[in-house]
Nanobody, 114 residues
Framework: QVQLVESGGGLVQAGGSLRLSCAVSGSIFSINAMAWYRQAPGKRRELVAHITSGGTTNYADSVRGRFTISRDNAKNTVYLQMNSLKPEDTAVYYC????????WGQGTQVIVSS
């Protein structure tokens, strides 16, 4: 079992920054990769950024160059640094872990005002 707890969401003005955190506990050794997803009202959940156990990263076109995913293995935490935020980044952001099963966190709300 893997448990994921997101934090760091909030209200920010367009152009601002936020850093989301995903604290990981449980069978950490079983995790192959992790990612951040988001879901805006009335829209499907979409992949934002992905990081493998080896540190390879990948980003959605809409956030590439503005968002950075990283991991701190000593703290068992994955981060999403979000810069130059836009109103269209408003969504609930979820952390996901791939192990023998897929695990999701409960989500953290990000609201970007214009």
């Amino acid at each position: 079992q893997v448990q994921l707890v997101e934090s760091g969401g909030g209200l920010v003005q367009a152009g601002g920054s936020l850093r989301l955190s995903c604290a990981v506990s449980g069978s950490i050794f079983s995790i192959n990769a992790m990612a951040w997803y988001r879901q805006a009202p009335g829209k499907r959940r979409e992949l934002v950024a992905h990081i493998t156990s080896g540190g390879t990263t990948n980003y959605a076109d809409s956030v590439r160059g503005r968002f950075t995913i990283s991991r701190d293995n000593a703290k068992n935490t994955v981060y999403l640094q979000m810069n130059s935020l836009k109103p269209e980044d408003t969504a609930v952001y979820y952390c996901r872990a791939w192990a023998a099963e897929n695990y999701w966190g409960q989500g953290t709300q990000v609201i970007v005002s214009s």
